[in-house]
């Protein structure tokens, strides 16, 4: 093995350190109750994924560039990264090409004559990108305050499996959906970048062009696969775990699983957005926030959620010791 083919494998793993194994985590979603109807208004629940761009974030997929220059900048002035790799890095734009699997129902004939069915397509593709937000606590003050959409913390959090977002879910379906973990401490996003850029800064200047391109491969990826985890430390409080999703910009057709590309209104703005689709198994609990009337909240909640065929639903009631004035 070469090394620079050792080189990038030190770089991915330090990619793959970095993810967070979100699998057994709670993916707890705060709305107001307008929006807890919503969510069960078909029975199944279902979940609005608003375009990235939209969101509460004005710096939203920037942050990691952000962090990247700040890193560079500093490896150039001590003269540790050369001013070609400096360029080389600064200059990765956006890009918003992910990997979609489609089912094509094709056959393949191998060179044995056996025959292969449902063969599988792969591609990277032009997406639109949506986001949907959850946190890993079910009673947090200030999310109960932010997201429950009134002066008094009324509102509910609806706990989901994230089996609701499993490479079942999406794979051969023509999109796809991955769950993060937000990233809003300084010196971990920089841990990250030393990772993946510190084997890559002292091999970069002699490489062959080639293997230049191959580096810098390593760079493009570790950017798309945290554009969407490094976020501003103010947001901290929302303990973020979030469901992202890409869809082709060429997807006329809804998928089943997902809506076709709808609009709505918010805070003044035109939001783009899709519907994704769920298993009723897929939610776990409600809590009820701090200051609603607990006692008839909770058996009107439960006469709602029967008519709904969904009273395997655990409710449960806020540990928050405030008082509505």
Not at 161 to 176: D, E, N, V
Not at 235 to 253: D, G, Q
């Amino acid at each position: 093995m070469s090394e620079i083919q050792n080189t990038m494998i030190v770089a991915a793993n330090a990619i793959r350190k970095g993810s967070v194994d979100v699998r057994t985590k709670k993916l707890c979603h705060y709305t107001s109750p307008d929006g807890l109807l919503g969510i069960f208004k078909e029975g199944a629940p279902t979940l609005f994924f608003s375009q990235y761009d939209s969101l509460n974030d004005t710096k939203e997929r920037k942050d990691i560039f952000e962090s990247l220059k700040k890193y560079c900048d500093k490896q150039l002035k001590k003269g540790i990264m050369s001013k070609e790799l400096y360029d080389a890095i600064v200059s990765i734009p956006q890009s918003d090409l992910f990997g979609i699997t489609r089912k094509t129902n094709k056959k393949l004939i191998l060179d044995n004559g056996e025959i292969v069915e449902d063969i599988t397509a792969f591609a990277d593709e032009e997406c639109y990108t949506y986001i949907c937000s959850f946190s890993k606590n079910n009673d947090s003050l200030p999310m109960w305050r932010m997201y429950s959409k009134a002066e008094h913390y009324e509102g509910f959090c609806v706990e989901f499996s994230s089996s609701a977002f499993s490479r079942k879910q999406y794979y051969r379906k023509g999109f796809s959906v991955e769950l993060v973990k937000v990233i809003y401490d300084e010196r971990k996003k920089m841990e990250l970048i030393e990772g993946v850029l510190s084997p890559i800064m002292g091999l970069y200047d002699s490489a062959t062009k080639r293997d230049k391109e191959n580096l810098l491969s390593i760079v493009k990826i570790m950017i798309r696969d945290f554009q969407f985890v490094f976020k501003n430390k103010s947001f901290s409080y929302e303990e973020e775990i979030r469901a992202v999703l890409h869809i082709p910009k060429t997807e006329s057709n809804n998928t089943g699983q997902v809506s076709e590309r709808k609009y709505r209104q918010s805070n003044g703005l035109i939001v783009p957005y899709v519907i994704y689709n769920m298993e009723a198994s897929s939610v776990r609990s409600i809590t009820i926030a701090p200051t609603i009337k607990e006692e008839i909240t909770v058996n009107n909640l439960k006469d709602y959620l029967c008519s709904k065929k969904l009273s395997h639903i655990h409710i449960i009631s806020s540990d928050i010791p405030i008082r509505n004035v």
